[in-house]
């Protein structure tokens, strides 16, 4: 199926619906139950009116899209754990025993799983996508990660998987990644784009202690001022020190976007890629929720810069989309509350008097 | 169906299995991710594993109670809402219009429906399970709530329905609430039992100004005085400034715990009840999980002096069990992660050489 490619998806998002917006707000105060009680459901709820141009919206269908990709960097001796992982964890997720892959099962949440760019060699399979944007990035402490057109074939490629899933039916459409390295490139992802340090923005990701960490720091500091990145084109940033999984992930976002679906933000790295989306088009945020706080340190700043909420703080630092899975179920409970709560006048439960100056509303922002 | 009642019951729950947590946590070591790297899901499914007795626990089934009761200090003006909503609730809930109901349906969580003493007249309804302790309690800051049988019969009834779902197959039991006024009386039981000063452990409930919540904190105080409550003996707590809801989740739990279930225990007022059952019995914590921080202000104090750390925390007040549903979704995903994912060995993939010192682990305590 022929996807519109970059540039037209750019142009064609749309900040959500301010009207809808607006219809639920005033419907979530008539809801059988005090106003601001369901906290952060009512906020979300208000998001997703917005998203689906309905006060009462009633999301069907959840899809993850994981995106295995690896890092040149790790020549460099940032990660606990060989690069063949990535490969390996591939044939997990299709073989069902990873942890994305039993959550999604148990939670009802389809899988689509991408090789974006493996190093090693994976068989062919019928449920594996194939990018096929290289065998794994360059190392960023030397030069740039990929070129532009692999940066723009990843993205297209991601948007493409978002707008097929929104095709056949999934109005929740999550990300997740693979990839040995790729917290070291986030590392670098998230320190250009919200102008921060890497001391700041960079943590232990799979290593074990401090010397580890600040080794990897290091080589952080050593990509950016060998590739000096463009903080003002996303693009930009995303070849020089990025990679091939955060492209793609880049791409579902924006796909996800422009087809009016709901997208869930995993952890560091999927944020490394909303921060990359959100450059290229800030009206993304309209339609993304972050699924939780990660460990992974650097986290926190990206979601701070994107004034996005994590919904849930498990202490989990994994990727694959394990977060996004959980999230899903909250951000299905707030649709149903606001969708097919009754009413004060249809239950015939007595509502309180208003109280002028003190009414409280909807406790949060939108988002 | 003849239940065991609260002697026996007290006498026959025992601490989790031992065994099984140390070999859930052996496996939990061996399973296809970075140790530690799932966070609290971790820690869960440890617990789980405890309870259930097996280092790959299944949980099937969810039910959550939702005990309902009325309140004779509403009297004294505390709260926002006409006592008649406490009926016109259950009425909402049997009808399927209320926050719980839809999120349980959408959830596939079961519901039992308990008119453990409201004031208003019900109608017999085939679904809604009756104690009928009394037309809503007495006036605490007058006296005592209710008489030491009252309780004794709530209890044993909540210990009756937590046996009765745990029989029909539910392996997953949550507590929820609905009764004008039960802040109120959550705030003077938290208060007894956690040695705090109403000052401390009052909250806003459905009030909506400073005026009234200084108001309820003086008649907690004044309740207090009037019925001096023995905090060493949780029935008589449940008895003088308790109420008949929360003597039903009191007994739900300690059901829940004697049958080796997971008890999912939702915001403040469950909170309460699992204070009142935890100093009849402190085993029953291994069992508890607590759903969520509420935002009602007592619920911290409560949950630290339990030493139980709340999974979600979004900004709830509403009760009805709905931070209970909402968590049991991350339950069933911690016990699926520690059951079902493939084991390093399994999967093929490599794991990364040990580094004795450093070594990481479950990074939570079993709870």
Redesign the interface.
Known sequence: MEHPKLEKVLAGITPADADAIHRATERQGQ????P??????ESLSVQLAGIFGTERPSPKGKTVIVAAGDHGVVAQGIT???Q??TA??V??FL?G???V???A???DVELVIVDAGVASDLPDHPALKVVGAGKGTADISVGPAMTREQAELCVNAGIGFALDAAEVGSDIIGTGDMGIGNTTTSSAIVAVLTERSPLETTGRG?G??AKEMEHKTEVVEHALMVNQPNRSDGLDVLSKVGGFEIGVLAGVILGGAYAKRVVVVDGFISGAAALIAGSLCPHVYDYVIASHRS?EKGHKLALAHMKLKP????????GEG?GG??AM??V??AA??LS???TFA?????D?EP?GA???GV??GAR
């Open positions: 809801l059988t139950k005090p601001g009680s369901l906290g952060r459901l606990g754990y060989p063949e992982v390996q964890m044939l997990n073989g025993g990873a942890a892959s039993v959550m099962r148990k939670a799979t074990r202690n460990a919904v849930l703080d498990l202490g989990m630092r994994l394990t899975v959980l179920g909250i299905e409970a149903t509350c097919d709560m009754a249809e239950a015939g439960v007595s309180r109280e003190e009414s409280e406790v949060e």
